[in-house]
Each structure stands twice: as C-alpha cells, then as structure tokens.
C-alpha cells in the first residue's frame, strides 16, 4: 500500500507532522505501507513567510507552492491514499484536497482547532486569505478524519460520521529518560516550544520570577523555540530550536512546564509539551485545560495547578522533594508508555490507512 502524505513543511520542522506523521512512518513501512512525502515550505521559506512584512516574497513562495502542490495532485501515479495533515494548501478553499481525491481516497488529520482563526503576528494584515471554513469541508470529503483527542473529534463530528481519535504520541523508543543525580546542585525547570506559544509561556513569568527569587541559583529555568526571548528577573534567555536542541534540553529538564491560557483554541491542544517532558521522566507540571486533564492525575503522573500560588507551591515542593521528582518522573514515564507512545497507537493508524482505501 502506497500513500502520498500531502505535507505542507519539510521533514523534521512541524511539531504536528514530527509526531503525528513522520514518527509513524518506520512502524508503517513495517506494516507494509510506504509513505511519499510531497512538501512545500523549508526552513528558509517559513522563516520568510511567517515574518514582517516581505509582502512580494511571500507572494512568490505562494504562488510557486500552488504551482507544486497542483503537480503533486494532478500527475498520474501509483497512490493508493493521499494523507493530509491540517491542510494540504495554506491559503484559499479546499482546492487541493479536491484534486487529489480524484485520484485516491483522502485521509484528513488535525491536533488543533483549526476551524478557529488563529495567524501569526506577522501576517495579520494578510489572515482574510486564511480560509477556515475549508476545514469543515476537507472533513466531510476525508474518507476517515483522525482528531488528536476528543474536543477536536466533537467539532468534527459535526461534518462526518467517519472520525477516529488518535492522540498525540511519542515515540518512547527515542524520547526515554536518563539516569539523573538524585542531589543534583542545580535543576533545570525546562519549556519548548514555538513562536507561536510563547504567549502561553509569559502566563507564568510572574510565578518563575518569584521561584528564582526564592531558590536563586538551585534552580535554572530554560526556554527554547525563541532565540530572541529573554527575562531578565527570571535569568532566562532564549534558545533556538533544533531536534538536537530539544532533545539536549528534555533529556536535562527536572521539571517540563507546560502554562495555558483557558480559551477555545487552547482547549484542542494535544498536550505535547507534557507528554514529551513525562516520556523523558521529568516531573510535568501542565495547567488543567483540555487534553491536559485526561493526561495527569494531580499529584500520581504530575501536577495541574489552576493559580499562580498553586504553580509556585508545586514547583517549590519539587524542587525541594527529589524522591517526589522521581516517583512523578516514573509514572508520568508509564502513562506515556502505556497510553501515549507510537507502538501502543501504530496498529490503529496502520487499520484506519487500510479501512481508507477499502
């Protein structure tokens, strides 16, 4: 079975398509199914597009993504399937979802509530051109809609009897603790993320200032996704991402914060940054919004503190109980594992590929 997974980046560059697609494709092709991987957008691309301004050369990765995207839908070939992650196409109405169904069975996957208009600080001027209502017709085309939890799967189930939730998971093969010092000098509270979520991040400033305050150099609090951000009262100085990067840092990090804002859109995450900090067996400490709450049992597999003297009181109770890091550490590490990882949900993804084309 040959599928034709209609990316809109380059491999290795969205969190959604590192986890919810490529990190699937060794234990496909195990299984049988072979994936061809058509993208659009590389790094410099997106650097470009999602930036200020820089109105002709967005106008022109546009217009030569449309014309590549047109190709991959168009030419005739061996597809049994096209996989679609969120989009195939990023601005305008469902075109390309169209053309590639004349061709084969179309499989549409999302893990955020994209039916709510969400665009980067450098595009505003231009979010008219981001068509959200094609999301509800690219899950009424899909043959089989995979939602990453159960908020997402509601919305839509609104446009198609055929969903199927498939959370967010990780590979606990590659993402699996090290051995730590149980009296380590210094720990390392540690979040990773992306320009798009650093405002959830600035949510807990306040309470991350008042910890260094109180633990001054036994704590050290590190932040990647922003090589531009810093806080000074915190001592924190932001990171450039890499996969080398983030894996460095998780494989460091005590204690994975994961801060959220209560709104629609932050209820449809898939609870990422928790899962990732958990699988490395670091202490998650995650706000009980969405996906969160089904994640962690408050105090067994890690901690969901509603206020800012909630989050204080968790993280200094951490930072001072090192026996307490390591049993949350363990069983956040087993839920992963357990109900989580790509092996446990590899299997389903391989028979909904197969019921698509069926």
Known sequence: MHVGFLALHAPNLSPSQRYRVEAYLPHLQRRGISVEYDWLLDREDLRLFYGRDRAVAKAWIAARAAVERFRQTTVPRA????LVQREAFFLGPAWSERLAQVQAPLVFDFDDAIW??????GNQRFAWLKNIEKCAAIARRAQVTLAGNEYLAAWAR???SRVTVVPTCIDTDRYAPEEKAPEKSQLTIGWSGSLSTIPHLRTLLPVLERAKRAFGDRIRIRVM?????AHPPAEIVGEAWSPEAEMALLREMDIGVMPLPDTAWTRGKCGLKGLLSMAMGAAAVMSPVGVNTEIVQHG??????ASDQEWFDVLAQLIEDPDLRTSIGH???ATVVDRYSIRRWEGTVADVLRHAVR
Do not use: K
Request: charged share 20%; hydrophobic share 40%.
């Open 79 to 82: 597809i049994d399937l096209f």
């Open 116 to 121: 709510i208009r969400d665009v980067s600080e």
């Open 158 to 160: 609104q446009h198609s």
């Open 225 to 229: 996704g922003d090589a531009s951000f």
């Open 300 to 305: 067994v597999n890690g901690f969901l503190p």
């Open 331 to 333: 069983a956040g590490r």
